[in-house]
């Protein structure tokens, strides 16, 4: 029983992590139909922005997130701009999962060059500390880290629900067409959205960073696990893929404490296909396409 | 089929064919193996992928079961070489049987989520291969015999094996397109429920060609495991080698004859020169990705297709000017 | 629906056409080579891994090559010919390995051609070279399967088959007195050709000599978060645990038990915890201490040669003694074999390598080396132990700079 419990709470903070993760994903696919498969590769640069930034200032890396996620707005921004906007609206979808392919692969290419492959960690002093409560360990930075997925879920949300940004993007999400006869200008929506979902992963970046070890590898492990995530939760629905994270977090954590880890991606993946089968818009899916 | 098309095919089939008694060279039929693998894999792919609109990530489960296919069967001997060439008709037939009800499953779905499914079979099937140890051998792998080949001519049974595997891909393509099968998956892939509403067997042609696609890509996988002469889960049944098949033919251009021979015969070649002669430094990478992303923007719809419209563009300014 | 495309493929097939023509071109011209004389260089090719899941220690044999080129070309090379190696990428990927090493082989026309890193390219790497009758001196890539390749031509530049690292902690276990001996151990496995192998050796003669399995799992390679596979592994509570490691994981399996609070009195990993730079990094300088590894190396070896090397080490990379990876020993050493092959015969051509190397034993500075006919080495490892910050070797007890240090102190964090 001690052991359950133990794993129901390492899987939730990690499901808290993932949460993250996706929801960036999640957004980007939401707003412009994208599946973006560099989105590992973002959470992998935000994680070596958080590391060398704070080897050179020292500060902690849970505040500089507030420096690093302006940036990979910017980023994110550019990439839509500079490479998805010019694609042809037929072809968009099926092409920008070529090209955000691309995208990885460059982005792993130069953070080769500029960081080498060593693998490196983020590591303020104390990132293996843990609480002990009632007999259980919890992990201080995985529940920060917990902490700061709620809010940044909450700061998402807000901007969608309550800014006239949001507004814009809801509109295009809904219906593109009508959205830009309003004068919401779709180009703009679109590159602010992905530089959006692309600016959660400077948080996720820290927070990777701080309890795993990376290297610019390590986006091929991560993006499958998104795409699991995001596909679970229904392509496009946040509340959906906060629940998958969650779902996945806590399954794979309880499969590998009670049985035997080698299968517990074969489980979860048999448990993937049968929902796609059953539900094709994933366990929580959007009944109206496109509502976030 | 045209007069002029027959006469393009037969050239290059004769080239190919006459290629390795041209040369000697092992490093240059060594690139061709892996070439030709790439245009049997990505016109296979072509078949559901091009044509039907079905995009397939989970073709290298069914490389990877033709490869521990093989290699099971032959561990011990290949005895003067040739059997495991022999038993590949066997290898695409069981694994055509196999994709059935996959294909059947999975063909319920469309588009993305179609294309999640089969990435995650093939997930499935990596597990598979890792988790089965009395099998496959798990992650220690599983070699195959060495053959008694002479080896200044080493690859030239493997080269004319996959030659012959693209000529069947080839050969597929070219039926699909001139058949009403081809029709029926055209009719699928540009409105599939109005396909169905004019009568298409559209359950039965899907299956088909999925079937046939992914037989295909599990003789090229045996083919692929007897050369490498040793099989691991990781390289077996890889993401890399869909994504492979899939860009090649992005690249050429999807649901056309030549585009996925176009985009291997460009890409492989590129990649594996610019791995061996620029690999050194981490720069290659980087390079890879510049190419990519500088064709997808200024060729989005590949390369014969857009190529093609520029033709006929042409063609019609002159027209209207006469 | 468009389903002709014949203007186009015209150009699809001149494209093909004439990028095959000037692959063609350019083999004939390689062909007109030079004929090797005496005092021409003598090229040797190696494919590494650096780019791609396997580069880090791609990148440590890499220094562990060009350390040995430059050293050996101050002392005026092979038998009067400069040594030039050339390194190529094959980007972890099977299929470019063969293409390199066929290559180096039949375009390049190397003398010689040595192993690749990583070690699960070395079997497909290996095939191609004894195709042309090539030697295969290989400094990774020691597994059982490697050696059941029954190839005359390889030879594994460690002191012994990898998936025996572990013996050396099973001899020390058992050499305690029973009643100081652990009762119960766990064994956490990457599912790897050479990690999880090396635990169940271990765990083969520990439950031999009644020491009780309590938990016993393997897990894939893609884990990334090892805390609830350690979280069921501190519910056993073992007395010693054996991680069969890589690096990562190793890495990772330390972070979840520091974080769980669970400190076995042994706790052995395989790998990972070899790497002088990282493993420290990683978990934390002060909660390296009393954790043990095996290792080909150290630092403070008395294999001869060590302190020229480490000094050239340093002046060409920087760092220190402590800092260099044993892959790039490996590498290095896997030169000099060349070298002493070359001093003892006169000649350096791969028959003579072959020939020679299979007979008597090889000073090198993994110690010395002699092989099995099939290049699997047959000495031992040696088992360290972090003693105040440093790798330190603890067993067997001639080669000891300390005694092994038990139980662990508890984590520092």
């Known amino acids: 029983m001690h052991l359950v419990v133990q794993a129901l709470i390492l899987g939730t903070l990690t499901g808290g992590v993932y949460a993250l993760m996706a929801s960036g994903q999640t957004l980007i696919f939401g707003i412009m139909k994208v599946i973006n498969l560099a989105q590992g590769a973002y959470v992998v640069l935000g994680a070596y922005l958080t590391m060398s930034l704070f080897q050179w200032t020292h500060i902690d890396p849970f505040l500089l997130i507030l420096l690093t996620t302006p940036i990979l707005f910017f980023v994110g921004a550019a990439t839509q701009w500079f490479l998805l906007r010019p694609l042809r609206p037929a072809d968009a979808t099926e092409l920008s999962l070529l090209v955000t392919f691309a995208v990885a692969l460059g982005l792993e290419g130069l953070m080769s060059v500029m960081y080498k492959t060593t693998l490196r960690s983020i590591q303020p002093g104390y990132e293996n500390h843990s609480w002990t409560i009632a007999g259980y360990q919890v992990n201080e930075v995985r529940f920060y880290a917990f902490l700061l997925s709620i809010a940044m879920l909450v700061i998402l949300y807000l901007i969608l629900q309550k800014t ?16 830009q006869l309003l004068g919401v200008n779709s180009n703009l929506v679109s590159a602010f959205g992905f530089g959006l979902g692309v600016a959660t992963s400077a948080a996720a970046g820290a927070v990777f960073g701080l309890i795993t070890p990376f290297n610019p590898g390590s986006h091929y492990d991560l993006i499958s696990r998104l795409l699991t995530v995001v596909i679970l939760g229904g392509l496009g629905s946040i509340g959906g893929s906060v629940i998958a994270a969650m779902v996945m977090g806590v399954g794979a954590a309880l499969v590998s404490a009670l049985s035997a880890p080698v299968w517990s991606d074969f489980t979860f993946f048999a448990v993937l296909i049968i929902v796609l089968l059953v539900r094709p818009r994933g366990m929580f899916g959007a009944k109206v396409r496109g509502a976030l | 089929m045209s007069r002029n098309g027959l006469l393009r095919g037969g050239l290059f089939f004769a080239s ?29 792919w072509n078949l559901v992928g091009g044509y039907a609109g079905y995009p397939s990530l989970g073709h290298a489960a069914f490389f990877g079961f033709g490869a521990y296919f093989t290699a099971i069967v032959f561990q011990n001997s290949v005895g003067n070489g040739w059997p495991p060439f022999i038993f590949l008709p066997v290898v695409g037939i069981v694994a055509a049987l196999l994709s059935i009800p996959i294909g059947y499953v999975a063909m319920k779905t469309r588009a993305d989520v179609f294309a999640i499914v089969t990435i995650t079979v093939l997930f499935m099937a990596q597990s598979l291969a890792f988790n089965l140890h009395a099998v496959t051998g798990g992650a220690q792998g599983k070699g195959v015999a060495v053959p008694p080949f002479d080896s200044s001519t080493y690859g030239r049974p493997f080269y004319f094996a996959m030659l012959a595997l693209v000529a069947l891909a080839m050969g597929s393509s070219m039926y699909f397109r001139q058949s009403k099968i081809g029709l029926s998956l055209s009719a699928i892939r540009s409105d599939e429920d109005k396909a169905h509403g004019v009568g298409v067997q559209v359950t039965k042609v899907k299956v088909v060609a999925f079937a046939l696609s992914v037989g295909l890509t599990a003789m090229v996988g045996g083919i692929w495991a007897y050369y490498e002469g040793f099989v691991y889960p990781q390289f077996a049944v890889d993401p890399l080698i869909t994504i492979g098949m899939v860009l090649m033919t992005f690249l050429g251009g999807r649901a056309t004859l030549w585009g996925p021979v176009l985009g291997a015969f460009i890409l492989v070649p590129a990649q594996q020169y610019l791995s061996y002669q620029l690999g050194a430094n981490q720069f290659y990478l980087l390079a890879y990705a510049g190419i990519f992303l500088v064709t997808m923007l200024i060729l989005p719809r590949g390369i014969l297709p857009t190529i093609s419209d520029k033709l006929r563009l042409k063609k019609k300014q002159k027209e209207a000017l006469a | 629906m468009k389903l002709s495309n014949t203007k186009v493929s015209k150009r699809g097939m001149i494209t093909a056409g004439v990028l095959s023509a000037a692959l063609i071109t350019s083999s004939l011209l390689s062909t007109v080579g030079v004929a ?9 090719g190696v494919s590494l891994s650096l780019t791609g899941d396997f580069s880090d220690s791609g990148l440590a044999a890499q220094r562990g090559y060009l350390l040995w080129q430059q050293e050996v070309n101050k002392k005026g090379g092979i038998l009067g010919r400069s040594v030039s190696i050339k390194i190529v990428n094959d980007a972890s990927s099977p299929d470019q390995v063969v293409t390199n090493y066929t290559n180096l082989i039949t375009k390049d026309k190397v003398d010689i051609v040595m192993g690749p890193f990583s070690s699960l390219l070395t079997i497909p790497a290996s095939r191609v070279a004894k195709r042309y009758g090539y030697s295969f001196i290989e400094p990774a890539g020691g597994g059982p399967k490697v050696f059941a390749e029954k190839n005359p031509n390889l030879f594994f530049v460690q002191p012994a088959a990898t998936t025996k690292g572990g013996d050396v902690f099973a001899d020390y276990i058992l050499s305690l007195p029973a009643s100081q001996r652990p009762k119960t151990a766990g064994y956490v496995k990457l599912d790897d050709p050479f990690a999880a192998p090396l635990a169940d050796n271990i765990k083969a003669r520990f439950e031999a000599a009644g020491i009780k399995t309590v938990y016993d799992q393997t897990y894939p390679s893609e884990t990334a978060d090892m805390t609830p596979v350690v979280s069921a592994l501190a519910a056993k509570n073992p007395d010693v645990v054996v991680g069969g490691t890589q690096s990562a994981d190793a890495f990772a399996q330390v972070k979840a038990m520091i974080q769980l609070k669970f400190s076995p009195k042994w706790l052995f990993l395989s790998n990972g915890a070899s790497s002088p730079l990282e493993f420290p990094q990683q978990i934390g300088a002060n909660n390296t201490e009393g954790v043990f590894t095996s290792s080909d190396w150290y630092p403070k070896s008395t294999a001869p040669g060590t302190a020229a090397f480490i000094k050239a080490y340093v002046a060409k990379y920087g760092g220190a003694a402590t800092s260099i990876d044993s892959t ?70 001639a080669t000891a700079q300390h005694a092994p240090v038990a139980p662990k102190p508890a984590w520092k964090n």
């Open chain 3, 36 to 44: 090797a004389n005496a005092a021409s260089p003598l090229k040797i």
């Open chain 2, 16 to 44: 190919l064919i006459s290629f390795p008694f041209l040369t000697t060279s092992q490093w240059l039929t060594n690139m061709f193996i892996f070439t030709l693998m790439y245009v049997a894999l990505s016109s296979s």
């Open chain 3, 328 to 397: 790039s020993t490996e590498a290095y050493s896997a030169g000099t074999l060349l070298e002493e092959v070359a001093a003892k015969t006169g000649k350096i051509d791969n028959k003579t390598i072959i020939a020679t190397l299979h007979k008597g034993s090889w000073p090198t500075l993994e110690g010395n080396l002699s092989w099995n006919a099939y290049g699997e080495p047959q000495g031992s490892y040696l088992l360290t132990q972090w003693i105040g910050g440093a790798l330190t070797t603890v067993w067997p007890k």
């Open chain 1, 164 to 179: 006239k940004f949001g507004r814009a993007i809801r509109a295009t999400v809904q219906n593109p067409m009508s959205a």
